[in-house]
């Protein structure tokens, strides 16, 4: 890829074009090396730092730029002197014991990156985007993400209608569901979470194979945070993995 391509990759249509994103900054290009030590897909990265990072080391093809350069590929006002160019990944055949977590037009950058980081950390989630969430390649979620869209298998543009052709039964979220310490809860294989604003939509949740829960509270406020509600669900079915008899 020519360099006077790279800045595009700030949109998103160019990324989807050209199959690759930018990320920037020490912590992401950390996760970034570590993740490629396991994940063949990710040693071809390519390496841009600035001449006060010459000395980094990196098992990519490495190239140092010029300050102009730099600020052309930075996604923020104050460049940190260091990008890696990412080709975009297949999520891959789920794994066995793998569960998944849809995401019904969550547009919110540090949700989604929120939500993203939760996966990574108990392992064995893979992430569905529907259609109108946020492009999970954008730099703002890949900042709240802190690595994790390298560890957290993603699919984009899955649409909710189509759902059930994969997952007999689902699992949502709704505020007069069942308890969510009940057992039954962890009999499904995906869990749908509903966009910010406007939940799950009602069709979904009375829809045949649909199992509605909730997150009991002290009823002070109308809802969680989306993120704060796929990281209780998250550890619950976690938790329950780790401890089969509590």
């Not at 010029?66 to 975009?88: D, F, N």
């Not at 509903?194 to 009991?216: C, K, W, Y």
Request: proline share 7%; with cysteine; charged share 20%.
């Amino acid at each position: 890829m020519k360099f006077d391509d790279l800045g595009k990759l700030h949109q998103k249509k160019y990324r989807e074009q050209l199959g690759h994103y930018l990320v920037e900054g020490e912590h992401l290009v950390l996760e970034l090396q570590k993740a490629a030590t396991t994940n063949p897909q990710l040693r071809n990265c390519r390496l841009y730092v600035s001449e006060e990072r010459a000395a980094w080391r990196s098992p990519f093809e490495t190239h140092v730029v010029s300050k102009r350069r730099m600020k052309e590929l930075s996604a923020t006002e104050t460049p940190q002197g260091i990008v890696a160019l990412v080709p975009m990944l297949r999520a891959g055949t789920p794994q066995a014991g793998e569960r998944a977590v849809y995401l019904h037009e969550i547009r919110d950058p540090g949700n989604l990156g929120t939500i993203l980081r939760t996966l990574a950390w108990f392992g064995r989630f893979r992430c569905l985007l529907g259609p109108g969430s946020v492009d999970p390649y954008n730099p703002k979620v890949l900042r709240a993400s802190v690595g994790a869209i390298f560890h957290t298998p993603i699919e984009v543009d899955i649409d909710l209608n189509a759902l059930r052709d994969r997952f007999p039964r689902i699992a949502c979220l709704d505020m007069h569901g069942t308890p969510l310490p009940s057992p039954q809860f962890h009999q499904f294989d995906c869990y749908l979470f509903g966009n910010e604003a406007h939940g799950v939509p009602r069709e979904q949740l009375d829809a045949p194979g649909t199992m509605t829960f909730s997150i009991a509270g002290s009823n002070a406020l109308e809802s969680l945070n989306v993120a704060t509600s796929v990281s209780i669900c998250v550890y619950e079915l976690s938790r329950a993995c780790a401890h089969p008899r509590e």
